[in-house]
């Protein structure tokens, strides 16, 4: 009999009962819930009794008995049943019947804790305005960190409105480092003490006026902070020398006046530098690097292998490539869970590629990984006192699971290799929107995105009192913070907490893939995407009927519009829902080519049709694997799978299809 892993634990004390995390697909914990949301509201109310009694009250007993009051509140009552009513036609994210998007069920931690902070409204842009959750803001900033392998004195981290942002937040640090050391140089100039020193990527250190622009921009990102807190710590004047480095900066100056000085200073101003990214990049890269002025055109892809992890030895190449032509590398982005295969790269072969390319090309770059959605997939290589599990624990608490697989653990413990890293709460968290979170390994490098920056290097007992002055967003839900701060409390980041919630969702998405990889399609053709590295499952879908890729194509969107809310099908019509992507060949390049030929098609027909339309199944809801009573997930959903494939042929081909042949 193979364990269920939503209710093992329930007969071990020591384990948290993961179904007592979430409120339930059927409500099956309201009362405790309606019980704490009734707590944490009266006691907001007696907070605002006990404050000042002695004022007494604004609105008198009698007062509230005047026919405008009375009209007033009696708006309110039934506008709310009328919201209550239009939110049904919202998606059923906490039933197990939905495998769409990136949602699920929240802890209900989170969301008490959301709503119980809400009524008291902090904002985190400053402490003034949030006394009590910007320390814990910053305090589950740490936590992310402490799982991810950060040095805990040297960290700097915060949440952010999701990943896009956090990403955004990286780059435009990894910008701003990269070119660090040309402002550096100039303010030596101008501050006349250009024999000051900087270590190179050989390790030697040499005086910044000595050197050529390649030399500045491949500076490893350590020494060039290490360089600049030097250079206005040691300076007579370190208020003057922070301004001078400052004007000179790539921030004050912006793109093109950094640009004309670059050329008058080193005559040949070297191509721009890059950014790459696998070709299974978030679509938020390319918005960030418009937004920051680094140009669409600088970012490169980088193709992924058959498993859609990024090739590292196509990073390898394409390094060696840059290196000869010239041209700097500001940031390598590795993906911890891609938005469409949940494929993780391999960080830890990526960590060397990047310490093989110092060392042989002298090329020097910021790593970050983009683990918006695998972050908290981290917490499995976390004993419960913090320190590492081996990889053969972890292995032995999925069995007879063999998941997670070594490559998968090696990367994910690779993370603390990392310049900066982007985990989103808001997704494998189980927690409210708006929490993604955004960890740098090196706390100083905010100062090179802060605005006003009178401590620039300098530590300040309470420097973090404006987080607004560090960050790219202003106000910002405390509520936020307080949800992931109370989830965290009753989920731990190790093993034995997240670990378990993510590893039962992972191993469900296997269940899921064994099921459509198994099954008997006849006559059409189900194609799976090989064996997921966390809890998204991917599929292709053809029929011999369907002479062209386009038309395939055409199947999977009319598959995907009778299992999502979409033109006039409303969720209760909905047995089960899913998403659909398209792997664009511009991007994915021929790593879908496999599939592409087992479903009868060739790489012309892939290129002719741009891509292939594949089916996307993110499995985050915990009760998938384990549902219930009646409700056979797996069997269902390919129940309603088989059901849906004969319409939509019927809808493709524009004819009816014998039901028959359809359902041998
Ligand atoms: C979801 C996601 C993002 C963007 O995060 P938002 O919170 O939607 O802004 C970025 N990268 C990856 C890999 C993601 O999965």
């Given at each position: 009999?193979?364990?269920?892993?939503?209710?093992?634990?329930?007969?071990?004390?020591?384990?948290?009962?993961?179904?007592?995390?979430?409120?339930?697909?059927?409500?099956?914990?309201?009362?405790?819930?309606?019980?704490?949301?009734?707590?944490?509201?009266?006691?907001?109310?007696?907070?605002?009794?006990?404050?000042?009694?002695?004022?007494?009250?604004?609105?008198?007993?009698?007062?509230?008995?005047?026919?405008?009051?009375?009209?007033?509140?009696?708006?309110?009552?039934?506008?709310?049943?009328?919201?209550?009513?239009?939110?049904?036609?919202?998606?059923?994210?906490?039933?197990?019947?939905?495998?769409?998007?990136?949602?699920?069920?929240?802890?209900?931690?989170?969301?008490?804790?959301?709503?119980?902070?809400?009524?008291?409204?902090?904002?985190?842009?400053?402490?003034?305005?949030?006394?009590?959750?910007?320390?814990?803001?910053?305090?589950?900033?740490?936590?992310?960190?402490?799982?991810?392998?950060?040095?805990?004195?040297?960290?700097?981290?915060?949440?952010?409105?999701?990943?896009?942002?956090?990403?955004?937040?990286?780059?435009?640090?990894?910008?701003?480092?990269?070119?660090?050391?040309?402002?550096l140089r100039w303010a030596c100039e101008q501050a006349g003490c250009g024999d000051f020193r900087l270590r190179l990527a050989s390790g030697e250190r040499a005086a910044v006026g000595d050197l050529d622009l390649w030399q500045l921009l491949n500076a490893p990102c350590g020494s060039t902070l290490d360089a600049a807190s030097r250079f206005c710590d040691e300076a007579d004047?370190?208020?003057?020398?922070?301004?001078?480095?400052?004007?000179?900066?790539?921030?004050?100056?912006?793109?093109?006046?950094?640009?004309?000085?670059?050329?008058?200073?080193?005559?040949?101003?070297?191509?721009?530098?890059?950014?790459?990214?696998?070709?299974?990049?978030?679509?938020?890269?390319?918005?960030?690097?418009?937004?920051?002025?680094?140009?669409?055109?600088?970012?490169?892809?980088?193709?992924?292998?058959?498993?859609?992890?990024?090739?590292?030895?196509?990073?390898?190449?394409?390094?060696?490539?840059?290196?000869?032509?010239?041209?700097?590398?500001?940031?390598?982005?590795?993906?911890?869970?891609?938005?469409?295969?949940?494929?993780?790269?391999?960080?830890?072969?990526?960590?060397?590629?990047?310490?093989?390319?110092?060392?042989?090309?002298?090329?020097?770059?910021?790593?970050?990984?983009?683990?918006?959605?695998?972050?908290?997939?981290?917490?499995?290589?976390?004993?419960?006192?913090?320190?590492?599990?081996?990889?053969?624990?972890?292995?032995?608490?999925?069995?007879?699971?063999?998941?997670?697989?070594?490559?998968?653990?090696?990367?994910?413990?690779?993370?603390?290799?990392?310049?900066?890293?982007?985990?989103?709460?808001?997704?494998?968290?189980?927690?409210?929107?708006?929490?993604?979170?955004?960890?740098?390994?090196?706390?100083?490098?905010?100062?090179l995105v802060s605005v006003e920056a009178p401590y620039l290097f300098h530590e300040g007992g309470s420097e973090w009192r404006n987080l607004g002055r560090f960050i790219f967003e202003g106000s910002k839900p405390g509520a936020a913070a307080a949800g992931v701060w109370m989830s965290h409390k009753v989920l731990p980041l190790h093993a034995e907490g997240y670990g378990r919630?993510?590893?039962?969702?992972?191993?469900?998405?296997?269940?899921?893939?064994?099921?459509?990889?198994?099954?008997?399609?006849?006559?059409?053709?189900?194609?799976?995407?090989?064996?997921?590295?966390?809890?998204?499952?991917?599929?292709?879908?053809?029929?011999?009927?369907?002479?062209?890729?386009?038309?395939?194509?055409?199947?999977?969107?009319?598959?995907?519009?009778?299992?999502?809310?979409?033109?006039?099908?409303?969720?209760?019509?909905?047995?089960?829902?899913?998403?659909?992507?398209?792997?664009?060949?511009?991007?994915?390049?021929?790593?879908?080519?496999?599939?592409?030929?087992?479903?009868?098609?060739?790489?012309?027909?892939?290129?002719?049709?741009?891509?292939?339309?594949?089916?996307?199944?993110?499995?985050?809801?915990?009760?998938?694997?384990?549902?219930?009573?009646?409700?056979?997930?797996?069997?269902?959903?390919?129940?309603?799978?088989?059901?849906?494939?004969?319409?939509?042929?019927?809808?493709?081909?524009?004819?009816?299809?014998?039901?028959?042949?359809?359902?041998?």
């Open positions: 009999m193979s364990p269920d892993p939503v209710r093992d634990s329930a007969s071990s004390p020591s384990k948290i009962d993961l179904r007592s995390l979430f409120l339930g697909p059927k409500g099956e914990n309201a009362d405790v819930f309606e019980r704490l949301l009734l707590e944490a509201f009266r006691d907001h109310v007696f907070w605002r009794r006990n404050f000042h009694p002695e004022d007494g009250f604004a609105v008198g007993e009698m007062e509230r008995h005047t026919p405008a009051y009375e009209r007033s509140l009696h708006v309110l009552s039934q506008e709310l049943l009328g919201l209550l009513g239009e939110l049904k036609a919202g998606i059923p994210f906490f039933s197990p019947r939905y495998v769409g998007h990136m949602n699920a069920d929240l802890t209900m931690a989170s969301l008490i804790g959301y709503f119980a902070t809400m009524l008291y409204n902090p904002n985190n842009v400053a402490t003034e305005a949030s006394p009590v959750t910007t320390r814990m803001e910053l305090e589950v900033a740490a936590q992310l960190a402490a799982m991810v392998g950060y040095d805990p004195e040297l960290q700097w981290g915060h949440l952010t409105s999701g990943g896009t942002v956090a990403n955004f937040e990286a780059l435009w640090v990894a910008r701003n480092v990269k070119y660090l050391p040309v402002a004047d370190p208020a003057a020398a922070v301004a001078i480095l400052g004007r000179n900066t790539l921030a004050s100056l912006g793109y093109q006046e950094f640009g004309r000085r670059l050329t008058r200073s080193f005559g040949d101003s070297l191509p721009p530098a890059v950014i790459l990214v696998p070709s299974t990049a978030h679509y938020s890269w390319e918005k960030i690097a418009h937004s920051l002025g680094v140009g669409g055109a600088q970012l490169v892809h980088v193709p992924v292998d058959s498993r859609f992890r990024m090739d590292t030895g196509a990073l390898e190449e394409a390094l060696r490539r840059l290196a000869a032509e010239r041209r700097p590398v500001m940031a390598c982005v590795a993906v911890l869970g891609t938005t469409e295969e949940s494929a993780v790269d391999r960080l830890d072969r990526v960590a060397e590629v990047r310490e093989g390319s110092r060392a042989e090309l002298g090329l020097c770059f910021h790593l970050h990984a983009d683990a918006a959605w695998g972050g908290y997939a981290i917490s499995i290589t976390r004993d419960a006192d913090g320190s590492r599990r081996s990889y053969e624990s972890a292995l032995a608490a999925s069995a007879p699971e063999a998941w997670p697989r070594e490559g998968v653990y090696r990367a994910l413990c690779a993370a603390e290799l990392t310049d900066s890293i982007t985990i989103d709460p808001h997704k494998l968290g189980w927690v409210p929107y708006p929490a993604g979170a955004i960890l740098f390994r090196d706390r100083r490098v905010r100062e919630l993510v590893s039962v969702t992972c191993k469900a998405a296997l269940a899921l893939h064994r099921r459509l990889a198994s099954g008997d399609w006849e006559p059409f053709v189900l194609r799976v995407l090989p064996t997921p590295d966390l809890n998204l499952v991917c599929f292709a879908v053809g029929h011999p009927d369907l002479r062209s890729l386009e038309q395939t194509n055409a199947l999977v969107g009319a598959v995907y519009r009778r299992m999502s809310v979409s033109g006039d099908r409303t969720a209760r019509q909905v047995e089960y829902f899913v998403t659909k992507t398209v792997l664009r060949a511009a991007e994915y390049g021929e790593a879908p080519l496999p599939i592409v030929e087992d479903l009868g098609f060739g790489r012309d027909d892939y290129r002719r049709a741009g891509g292939l339309g594949v089916i996307r199944c993110t499995v985050m809801n915990p009760f998938v694997g384990s549902p219930g009573d009646r409700l056979d997930f797996l069997e269902g959903f390919a129940k309603a799978l088989q059901r849906v494939l004969g319409e939509a042929l019927e809808e493709v081909l524009g004819r009816r299809v014998q039901r028959s042949s359809l359902l041998t």
